[in-house]
């Protein structure tokens, strides 16, 4: 350890240019940190703000190179600052990235206290990044459980692959324009798009801040007229009043519900009475397919049909049943490329029906 104080390091090689790699990083990092309670302001007089308190203040901001913030760590010690670097150095990959926090550790003390500081607080946290279960996880949320990125935004903003399954609810549906419909889980909005189409009116809600943002985007329209409203909330815990819709759909995200009685109970308390529920089931069968890998499968709740029901029954809702639908059709008429066609041969689901 340097008598000043220690440095922390960490780099990694990224297959992108400087310029794309910057911006990719300084997003996401600034992402990361608000889902933490800390925000990041960017640019020349950029400052890090947690709980109203400057952490940080930007020195240097030379976009697609370097960054340099100085750092306080401690508001019982203003005059204890350090130096946070980010470089972005052209390599034979692409780009280097390198996260560097000089002049740390003087509050710790020396020895025992920074090797205890730096195993818990660093190292151990940089190892279980790259456990299986942290890993798995990290993707899970990443692409489908909590979606967040540019290859996310990018898929939810048009899955088309989705829409097969998108039209047998819709169709299911028979949507009227006196119809209030919610969707649980709305992803980037896609069905939503759809479903307006025939003159309803919607509510949706996803936990993901990302896809909530992008669904909106995506809604504008339709949400200027007020004729849909998308919230950030959990299926387990809807923002709406009893008896509220006429109508309930989810698509994609019963699997990854951990208590789904409780969930579809909550869809009921907002239906009105004689509501009606679609919902796309979970199929065993699909565990560890393309429409369900690993990691995700295994993290995924699978769910027979005659448990679906019983399921839904228990939540309280009647005329129940699981039905299956030949895909083929409905993926031929979302413009689904002919040679994937055959993805959706024979009959597809479940889908949940049920009624308040
Ligand atoms: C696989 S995506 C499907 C998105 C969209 N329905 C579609 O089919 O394109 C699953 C979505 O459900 C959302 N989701 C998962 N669990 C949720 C929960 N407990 N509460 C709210 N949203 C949830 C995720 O954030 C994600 O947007």
Same mark, same amino acid.
């Given at each position: 350890?340097?008598?000043?104080?220690?440095?922390?390091?960490?780099?990694?090689?990224?297959?992108?240019?400087?310029?794309?790699? @910057?911006? %990719?990083?300084?997003?996401?990092?600034?992402?990361?940190?608000?889902?933490?309670?800390?925000? !990041?302001?960017?640019?020349?007089?950029?400052?890090?703000?947690?709980?109203?308190?400057?952490?940080?203040?930007?020195?240097?901001?030379?976009?697609?190179?370097?960054?340099?913030?100085?750092?306080?760590?401690?508001?019982?010690?203003?005059?204890?600052?350090?130096?946070?670097e980010?470089? @972005?150095?052209p390599?034979?990959?692409?780009?280097?990235?390198?996260?560097?926090?000089?002049?740390w550790?003087?509050?710790?003390?020396?020895?025992?206290?920074?090797?205890?500081?730096?195993?818990?607080?660093?190292?151990?946290p940089?190892?279980?990044?790259?456990?299986?279960?942290?890993?798995?996880?990290?993707?899970?949320?990443?692409?489908?459980?909590?979606? %967040?990125?540019?290859?996310?935004?990018?898929?939810?903003?048009?899955?088309? !692959?989705?829409?097969?399954? @998108?039209?047998?609810?819709?169709?299911?549906?028979?949507?009227?324009?006196?119809?209030?419909?919610?969707?649980v889980?709305?992803?980037?909005?896609?069905?939503?798009?759809?479903?307006?189409? %025939?003159?309803?009116?919607?509510?949706?809600?996803?936990?993901?801040?990302?896809?909530?943002?992008?669904?909106?985007?995506?809604? %504008?329209?339709?949400?200027?007229?007020?004729?849909?409203?998308?919230?950030?909330?959990?299926?387990?815990?809807?923002? @709406?009043?009893?008896?509220?819709?006429?109508?309930?759909?989810?698509?994609?995200v019963?699997?990854?519900?951990s208590?789904?009685?409780?969930?579809?109970?909550?869809?009921?308390?907002?239906?009105?009475?004689?509501?009606?529920?679609?919902?796309?089931?979970?199929?065993?069968?699909?565990?560890?397919?393309?429409?369900?890998?690993?990691?995700?499968?295994?993290?995924?709740?699978?769910?027979?049909?005659?448990?679906?029901?019983?399921l839904?029954?228990?939540?309280g809702?009647?005329?129940?049943?699981?039905?299956?639908?030949?895909?083929?059709?409905?993926?031929?008429?979302?413009?689904?490329?002919?040679?994937?066609?055959?993805?959706?041969?024979?009959?597809?689901g479940?889908?949940?029906?049920?009624?308040?």
């Amino acid at each position: 350890m340097k008598k000043n104080g220690t440095t922390v390091s960490t780099s990694i090689h990224i297959a992108l240019k400087p310029a794309a790699a @910057f911006k %990719s990083v300084v997003g996401e990092l600034k992402l990361a940190l608000a889902r933490n309670g800390i925000q !990041f302001e960017e640019g020349t007089n950029g400052r890090v703000v947690q709980k109203e308190a400057e952490i940080g203040r930007i020195k240097t901001w030379k976009r697609d190179k370097h960054i340099v913030i100085e750092w306080r760590p401690a508001s019982w010690e203003p005059n204890e600052v350090g130096i946070v670097e980010l470089r @972005f150095k052209p390599s034979m990959v692409g780009t280097e990235v390198v996260l560097k926090h000089r002049q740390w550790g003087r509050l710790i003390g020396e020895g025992t206290e920074i090797a205890g500081w730096f195993s818990s607080e660093i190292a151990a946290p940089f190892l279980r990044a790259m456990t299986p279960q942290t890993l798995g996880d990290w993707i899970t949320d990443r692409k489908a459980r909590r979606p %967040s990125g540019p290859q996310s935004r990018a898929i939810y903003r048009d899955p088309l !692959f989705h829409y097969p399954n @998108f039209r047998v609810i819709l169709s299911e549906l028979a949507l009227k324009p006196h119809d209030y419909l919610l969707e649980v889980g709305c992803g980037g909005g896609a069905m939503l798009k759809e479903a307006l189409k %025939s003159g309803c009116r919607a509510a949706a809600i996803d936990h993901s801040p990302e896809m909530v943002h992008l669904a909106t985007h995506e809604n %504008s329209e339709a949400i200027t007229d007020g004729r849909l409203t998308i919230y950030e909330a959990n299926a387990n815990k809807l923002p @709406f009043a009893d008896s509220t819709f006429t109508c309930a759909a989810m698509t994609g995200v019963l699997g990854f519900l951990s208590d789904l009685v409780d969930a579809l109970s909550e869809i009921r308390r907002v239906l009105k009475q004689g509501g009606r529920l679609v919902a796309l089931g979970s199929d065993p069968t699909t565990r560890g397919t393309p429409a369900a890998p690993e990691p995700m499968a295994s993290r995924l709740h699978f769910y027979e049909d005659t448990e679906l029901g019983d399921l839904a029954r228990k939540a309280g809702f009647k005329e129940v049943s699981v039905v299956r639908r030949d895909m083929e059709q409905f993926a031929r008429e979302a413009g689904v490329p002919k040679e994937a066609l055959p993805l959706f041969a024979g009959p597809g689901g479940p889908f949940l029906l049920a009624t308040k």
